[in-house]
Every structure is written in structure tokens, then in C-alpha cells.
């Protein structure tokens, strides 16, 4: 009983309680953490939810009304009815008007999502079966992204979604990704920034997000892709923009993606 409460209260409150993974039982969005995930919980919880309760609410009076109101005992003579114009000029009419209200904002959204504005960071994403790996095109950088095992976990770090190395991106920039697959479909998703981008092999798909908040945020592939679908989490690290220079600055030898001359490493280490 307490679960099925817990459950219910959820459905109203989703948008504010959960953070940036996923939680049990959870009904609702993940926290939003960019504009682009705010513009589709607002659309959702605000436009979406209410239209669809409405309808619902109205097709199940409809639908006992006309069980009371059409029973056999309260009619002994069938109706010879065929049809009614102005019912059906309703019908077609008002479901008309509800998909232009809900087609405006999500058009805005859609536009939004498609329109990349000048990046800040452009990093590259490609999925293997069954892990990502990642590109710094501008950087120099490149490595890939294993989930850890549930063995190897440390405090905090949760099952499933944990990786031995995270993308690392500045808050409030933008970070252009670049999307592809080496064998076979994939989906680069987080929730928290309204991202999800299938990943064709010999195709480069192009999303976007602006990071508003400090934090560790994961997602995991969105298509089934093999016997390892669920390994394939996504975790994105944002960090201040001094934070994230100190990283570049160790991930630049970590990382590299050409072997460096003697005197670039020792420039480098020297920093």
C-alpha cells in the first residue's frame, strides 16, 4: 500500500524530486539540468499531461453514459439513428484544434533541438558493441568508455550506469556531440539535457546541450544493439571551466591521440 502511495504522489511531484539518475520507482522526468529538458517538461507536464487526463476523463463518461443511458431495459425499441452532422463535424473538428495547440510548442522544440549553436566544445561520440568511445577533435583526445563492473564499484558510484572514464565538459557552454557507430545501431541519450541521437554506422549525427548545473550525469544507448545493450551507460561529468582546463591539461597526455613530441609532452606536463 505504501508503495502504491508513494507511486501516485510521485506522478505529481516527479519533476522536482529526482536528480540526475534514475531512482526507484520513478514515474516522472529526471531532473532537468539544460533549457532543452525544461521546454519538454514544461511541455509535457503543463500542455501533454492535462490534454491527455481531459480526454481520457471525457471518453470514460462518454462510455458510461452510454452504457446507462442505451441499455437494453431503458430501450426496448432499438434507435434507427444512422448519423448525426454536427456530431461529426465535432469530432473532426476539436481533435483538429488540439493537435495544432500541441504542434506549436513541440515545433519550437524540435527547432531548438536541430538548431546547434556556435560551439564552445565539440566532442565525438561512437558506439561499439559494446561500449562508446569518445573524441576531443579540437583537443587532440581520444578513449573509450567501459561500464564498471559491479565488483569494482566505489561509494556512490551506481550499478549499471558507472564508467572508468567519464566525459568531462564545462558548465554553461556549449558542447556541440558528434554521433556515430562502428557496427551497428546505437542511441547516445541523457535524459537531464533532452539529448537522444541514434548512432548509424558511415553517419554522423549532430546534436547539442548547454550544461546549466555542477554535476555527474548519465544516460545510457536507447537501441537495442545486442546481447549487451544494457552495458552501454553514458556518463557526462560538468565542471567550472577552471576544473575543466585542469582536466583538458591531463587528458591532453592521458589521452593522446598522436603520439607527442618530446618537447610538446614536456610543455604540456609543465602547465
Request: proline share 5%; hydrophobic share 45%; charged share 20%.
Amino acid at each position: 500500500m505504501n508503495k502504491f502511495l508513494f507511486i501516485i504522489i510521485s506522478c505529481f511531484i516527479a519533476s522536482n524530486a529526482f536528480a540526475n539518475q534514475p531512482k526507484d520507482w520513478q514515474l516522472g522526468f529526471q531532473e532537468a539540468a539544460s533549457s532543452t529538458m525544461r521546454d519538454i517538461v514544461n511541455f509535457h507536464d503543463k500542455l501533454l499531461l492535462p490534454i491527455i487526463i481531459a480526454i481520457s476523463v471525457f471518453v470514460l463518461f462518454l462510455m458510461v453514459y452510454a452504457c446507462v443511458r442505451f441499455r437494453a431495459s431503458a430501450n426496448p425499441v432499438p434507435s434507427k439513428r444512422t448519423h448525426n452532422v454536427a456530431v461529426e463535424v465535432l469530432w473532426t473538428l476539436i481533435p483538429c484544434l488540439i493537435l495544432i495547440v500541441m504542434a506549436v510548442p513541440s515545433f519550437k522544440i524540435l527547432y531548438s533541438q536541430d538548431t546547434i549553436p556556435k560551439a564552445d566544445v565539440t566532442v565525438k561520440a561512437i558506439g561499439y558493441q559494446w561500449y562508446w568511445g569518445y573524441e576531443y577533435p579540437d583537443e587532440n583526445i581520444i578513449f573509450d568508455s567501459y561500464m564498471i563492473d559491479d565488483k569494482d564499484l566505489k561509494v556512490n558510484q551506481p550499478r549499471l550506469l558507472a564508467v572508468d572514464n567519464e566525459v568531462v565538459v564545462p558548465v554553461n557552454k556549449v558542447v556541440k556531440v558528434l554521433i556515430t557507430a562502428n557496427d551497428v545501431l546505437h542511441a547516445w541519450a541523457l535524459p537531464s539535457f533532452g539529448v537522444k541521437r541514434d548512432a548509424v554506422p558511415g553517419r554522423i549525427n549532430e546534436t547539442w546541450f548547454k550544461a546549466e548545473k555542477v554535476g555527474t550525469y548519465y544516460g545510457q544507448c536507447s537501441e537495442l544493439c545486442g546481447i549487451k545493450h544494457a552495458f552501454m551507460p553514458i556518463t557526462v561529468k560538468v565542471v567550472s571551466e577552471e576544473d575543466y582546463q585542469e582536466w583538458l591539461t591531463g587528458a591532453k597526455i592521458k589521452f593522446a591521440k598522436e603520439i607527442l613530441e618530446e618537447d610538446q609532452f614536456k610543455k604540456i606536463a609543465s602547465k
